[in-house]
Structures are given as structure tokens and as C-alpha cells.
């Protein structure tokens, strides 16, 4: 097998890389990373040692490649599928990845913010930078309802690199800040987005792992 997608099945960045590859159809190899394990742990840092997920490793090119964001620009140049998700126009690319940018920064991270603190030692936890956290996800679920009015997906008329983005982001914030019954173009885009195969494949994928998720009983009861 060419590609090596190192991962963990919990992880909303790896998510997203997934939605993407299943979106490509390209053939890879799914390698899973305990990075409790210290053995696994070891080898996964000799191939990154920022030790950061997911990495995709491409042997017949001889690359190792970090960053999800990096990872489904070099899946959409290097092994093309039926839909690109990087438009072919240079417009509408730089809009896709303005909000796959978006969904990085301003819901993944608040996001992430947020579960984080919750496995914190009860003397070492923020509830300062909870609290901003909350309000970035308000924010930033305004800023995509205003969006939303006028297209389809994230990005424009196409699904891409934005909407890969922003289907695990939004499935998990929606635990934390939910945005259903107060944002009902968000709410219309998060259906679309589950109905999509991709996305509805790596979330049955991920069901045996959701019981780790320290909010898994905020979890609709359709996704478990």
C-alpha cells in the first residue's frame, strides 16, 4: 500500500482527513496511534516528533506529510479523484480554503479548548479560557449563519477542503455550544453534511470510540 494514514479514530482531525479520502476514493492503509502505548509511541515520534495527528505517509514518493489541511491539498495534486477538493478555479479555492482556515481555527480549536480542560486535573483546570472558548463557537456560528444564507456548502456550490473541515468541528461543538433551534441555516448545512456518505461512514466508524469522549452523553442518540 502507497498511502499510510497515521491516526486516532477519535480524532476530529483525523476526521476530517478521512471525510476527505473517502471523498477521493484513493487507496490507503489506516495505521492507528496509541500514543499511550510508550513502544507505539516511540515509533510514531520517529516518524513526527512533534507527535502530532493525523501524518500521512506516501512511500512511493518517499514523503511524510503533517497538517490535515496540508494532507488533502497533497491527496487532491498528487492522487486526483472523481471530486476535487480543492476547486480548480483560483477564486473559489482560495474561498474553500479561507474556511477550511475557519473551521480550524475558530470552531476546532474552541472546540478542542473546551474537551480539553474537561480531562484536566480538577486544580489545573481554566474556566477563563472556557469561557472563551464558548464565546468564539457563538461567534464563529454566526459568522457560517450569515454565510449559509446563500450556498450550499462552506466553501461555495462544491463540497472541498472547507466542508472536510467543518462536518467533525461542528459534530463535536455541537455538544458543548449547541447551535440547533438558534441557527437554522448552520442546522440545514450540519444535515447536509451527515447525509454526505463520507462523513456518514467515518462517523459509524467512529461510534466504538465515542463512549472516550468526555461529553459522549450530550451525543444525539442517532449518532451512537
Known amino acids: 500500500m502507497t498511502l499510510a494514514l497515521h491516526l486516532h479514530p477519535l480524532s476530529s482531525y483525523c476526521h476530517k ?6 471523498e477521493n476514493g484513493a487507496a490507503f492503509e489506516l495505521r492507528l496511534v496509541n500514543l499511550g502505548d510508550p513502544a507505539d509511541r516511540k ?9 502530532k495527528i493525523p501524518v500521512l505517509r506516501d512511500e512511493a514518493r518517499d ?26 478555479d483560483p477564486e473559489a479555492a482560495l474561498e474553500a480554503r479561507l474556511w477550511d482556515r475557519i473551521c480550524d481555527f475558530y470552531i476546532m480549536t474552541p472546540m478542542q479548548k473546551i474537551v480539553g480542560d474537561r480531562i484536566r486535573p480538577a486544580g489545573a ?15 464563529a456560528y454566526g459568522v457560517f449563519e450569515q454565510s449559509l444564507a446563500d450556498r450550499i456548502w462552506a466553501g ?27 441557527h437554522r441555516n448552520l442546522s440545514a448545512y450540519f444535515e447536509r453534511l451527515v447525509s454526505r456518505p463520507s462523513f456518514a461512514r467515518v462517523l459509524g466508524e467512529a461510534k466504538p470510540w ?15
Not at 17 to 22: K, P, Q, T
Not at 125 to 139: C, N, S, Y
Not at 211 to 220: A, G, K, V
Open 17 to 22: 482527513v478521512l471525510i476527505a479520502f473517502y
Open 63 to 88: 514523503v511524510t506529510l503533517p497538517e490535515s489541511s496540508s494532507i488533502i491539498e497533497y491527496l487532491d495534486r498528487h492522487y486526483p479523484g472523481a471530486r476535487p477538493l480543492i476547486p480548480a
Open 125 to 139: 483546570r481554566d474556566p477563563h479560557g472556557v469561557t472563551e472558548a464558548e464565546t468564539m463557537l457563538r461567534t
Open 43 to 51: 515509533r510514531y515520534l520517529d516518524l513526527w516528533p512533534l507527535g
Open 156 to 182: 461555495g456550490d462544491s463540497f472541498s477542503i472547507a466542508d472536510c473541515a467543518a462536518a467533525p468541528s461542528l459534530f463535536f461543538a455541537d455538544t458543548l455550544v449547541p447551535f440547533s433551534g438558534t
Open 210 to 224: 465515542l463512549q472516550y469522549y468526555p461529553f459522549q452523553d450530550r451525543i444525539p442518540a442517532r449518532f451512537r
